[in-house]
């Protein structure tokens, strides 16, 4: 049974990628490997942008997809690791875009079901870019998945190491896009 799921995957991704269908993530407020806004970057940690999360949309969705995830990750941090800016969870399968300021828990511009767990700032929602002064660019990946599941199975307290295991366990597609930021 399994072998035959895989073949059929397999056979769909051929022709995704034939048909020139593939899962893509756009913005209108971020274009991939150009400089992110101010008003993107974090406000606190020495940092004094507005945090506003950048409006997201996404079309070419694999059919068997059940939700969606989203996380931003920095892997130019200097703590050997990378750092995880916004962790985002049980994106309802129909949904095909974020807001502006979506990132924002208070505002509440998500579906009721969704997910914003905690990042490396230590809270859960958008964390902007802040990375230290003369350190350079960082790469900020946005990316998105199409995940096989409607929900994995975790609150807002998890942390995104924990939630990325799972995007990874249940992913069907991917795409991303890279915004800069140095300061």
């Given at each position: 049974?399994?072998?035959?799921?895989?073949?059929v995957?397999?056979?769909?991704?051929?022709?995704?990628?034939?048909?020139?269908?593939?899962?893509?993530?756009?913005?209108?407020?971020?274009?991939?490997?150009?400089?992110?806004?101010k008003?993107?970057?974090?406000?606190?940690?020495?940092?004094?942008?507005?945090?506003?999360?950048?409006?997201?949309?996404?079309?070419?969705?694999?059919?068997?997809?059940?939700?969606?995830?989203?996380?931003?990750?920095?892997?130019?941090?200097?703590?050997?690791?990378?750092?995880?800016?916004?962790?985002?969870?049980?994106?309802?399968?129909?949904?095909?875009?974020?807001?502006?300021?979506?990132?924002?828990?208070?505002r509440?511009?998500?579906?009721?079901?969704?997910?914003?767990?905690?990042?490396?700032?230590?809270?859960?929602?958008?964390?902007?870019?802040?990375?230290?002064?003369?350190?350079?660019?960082?790469?900020?990946?946005?990316?998105?998945?199409?995940?096989?599941?409607?929900?994995?199975?975790?609150?807002?307290?998890?942390p995104?190491?924990?939630?990325?295991?799972?995007?990874?366990?249940?992913?069907?597609?991917?795409?991303?896009?890279?915004g800069l930021?140095?300061?």
């Open positions: 049974m399994q072998r035959s799921t895989s073949i995957l397999s056979s769909l991704l051929i022709f995704c990628a034939q048909s020139g269908m593939a899962l893509e993530l756009s913005s209108p407020d971020i274009s991939d490997q150009t400089r992110m806004a008003q993107q970057e974090y406000q606190g940690f020495g940092c004094d942008g507005e945090n506003i999360s950048p409006a997201l949309s996404w079309k070419d969705v694999p059919p068997e997809t059940k939700s969606f995830a989203l996380t931003v990750y920095d892997p130019d941090a200097p703590t050997g690791s990378g750092w995880w800016h916004w962790v985002v969870f049980n994106i309802p399968a129909d949904t095909r875009a974020l807001p502006k300021d979506a990132g924002n828990p208070a509440k511009l998500l579906p009721a079901q969704v997910v914003q767990s905690r990042t490396d700032f230590g809270t859960p929602g958008y964390g902007g870019p802040c990375p230290p002064k003369g350190h350079g660019t960082h790469h900020y990946h946005f990316t998105l998945y199409a995940l096989d599941v409607e929900k994995l199975p975790h609150g807002e307290d998890a995104a190491a924990q939630i990325g295991f799972f995007i990874n366990q249940h992913k069907l597609a991917e795409s991303t896009i890279t930021y140095s300061r």
